[in-house]
T-cell receptor, first 112, second 112 residues
């Protein structure tokens, strides 16, 4: 079975802090994604990566950056956390052509 | 721009009932449609994937159908159980991995 692991289930940070969210997958998938999920808005794509060191902006990239130095690891970075970035963050991976998406358990981030 | 709507937003049924969850989308030019289950505070678990050339997919007590021309998909759950209580989301892939649009979901409660 595919396993997508997110390093933290819950995270509390202060406004202005630099925040790193880590995601690791063990199935050699080329594609990796970061989404945020907010009540009433559903899942929105922040960034995705289709290969090592390759990244593309999603629908809401502002305030975020990403890093993919190794195929199995995709990191989301909040350069200066703000309260409107309080959300559930979900990492996903898939094979090329983006068929079945496999999700991690999510990180609930609170920015105070 | 693809829009995905799920109705109803919430549903409560007694144990043992058969039920149907609905998903509609505005652009019928899709690659595939995926149904997910999400437990509170958790990530998404893939249930069924229907390719655009298929009409339905079955897994155990679950059956998903797809009518591209009318922009609709249904998820049928037979003999519902309390363990089926969760939020069910559909996701439409309109053109590759970066164009997956999610519905907000239907929150299902199965009462013992």
């Amino acid at each position: 079975d595919v396993k997508v692991t997110q390093s933290s289930r819950y995270l509390v940070k202060r406004t202005g802090e630099k925040v790193f969210l880590e995601c690791v997958q063990d199935m050699d998938h080329e594609n990796m994604f970061w989404y945020r999920q907010d009540p009433g808005l559903g899942l929105r794509l922040i960034y995705f990566s289709y290969d090592v060191k390759m990244k593309e902006k999603g629908d809401i990239p502002e305030g975020y950056s990403v890093s993919r130095e190794k195929k199995e690891r995709f990191s989301l970075i909040l350069e200066s956390a703000s309260t409107n970035q309080t959300s559930m963050y979900l990492c996903a991976s898939s094979l090329p052509r983006g068929l079945v998406l496999f999700f991690g358990s999510g990180t609930q981030l609170s920015v105070l | 721009k693809q829009e995905v709507t799920q109705i109803p937003a919430a549903l409560s049924v007694p144990e043992g009932e058969n039920l149907v969850l609905n998903c509609s989308f505005t652009d019928s030019a899709i690659y595939n449609l995926q149904w997910f289950r999400q437990d509170p505070g958790k990530g998404l678990t893939s249930l069924l994937l229907i390719q655009s050339s298929q009409r339905e997919q079955t897994s155990g007590r679950l059956n998903a159908s797809l009518d591209k021309s009318s922009g609709r998909s249904t998820l049928y759950i037979a003999a519902s159980q309390p363990g089926d209580s969760a939020t069910y989301l559909c996701a439409v892939n309109s053109g590759g991995y970066q164009k997956v649009t999610f519905g907000i979901g239907t929150k299902l409660q199965v009462i013992p």
